[in-house]
């Protein structure tokens, strides 16, 4: 029963972090919104969490088989592969919506998260090597939830700037 409970408290914190990552990207566009903040809260605490939590053991599955070296690398590429283009869409889209911009989401959405995921490539690749490869699994998704909550910060200017 207690590995429940830290369960749902990871969860928690993790949704926490996002939605912390994406107050302060929205106070940086002027447009801090109670009601996105829980969305991305919500959003964080249940889906990221399950996804993330799930993908990052499958990982850790699928290359328990390879030597130490290749294992280290191909952990961080296939964490890199997940947090893709549509994925940093899909997290754009998901805000639109929770700030009530359903409107304002269109293909120029996709384009900002193919030139944002591109321009990060080398700042990711390092974040996922030390997630992947110097966390722990059961603290995997925490370090992914803070880089992704500071990458949420970039992520919202970007759809600005690109």
């Given amino acids: 029963m207690q590995v429940n409970k ?6 928690l914190v993790g949704g ?3 939605m912390t990552g994406d107050m302060i990207a929205s106070f940086i566009n002027g447009e801090p919104d109670l009601w996105r903040s829980i969305g991305v809260f919500i959003v964080g605490s249940t889906i990221y969490a399950y996804e993330i939590k799930s993908y990052f053991i499958w990982i850790d599955k699928k290359v328990h088989v390879l030597s ?14 997940y947090f893709n283009p549509l994925w940093i869409a899909r997290h754009l889209c998901i805000v639109y919506l929770v700030s009530g911009k359903g409107d304002q989401i269109s293909s120029s959405l996709m384009h900002s998260a193919l030139i944002s ?20 699994l059961e603290y995997r998704f925490w370090a992914s939830a803070l880089f992704s909550g500071l990458m949420a910060v970039y992520y919202s200017m970007s759809s600005v700037w690109f």
């Fill in 117 to 136: 995921f591109l321009i990060n490539i080398p700042v990711s690749i390092i974040a996922n090597y030390i997630i992947q490869n110097k966390t722990p």
């Fill in 6 to 11: 830290y369960k749902y408290f990871s969860y």
């Fill in 16 to 18: 926490t972090i996002y």
């Fill in 68 to 81: 130490a070296t290749n294992r280290k690398w191909v952990k961080t590429f296939l964490a890199l592969l």
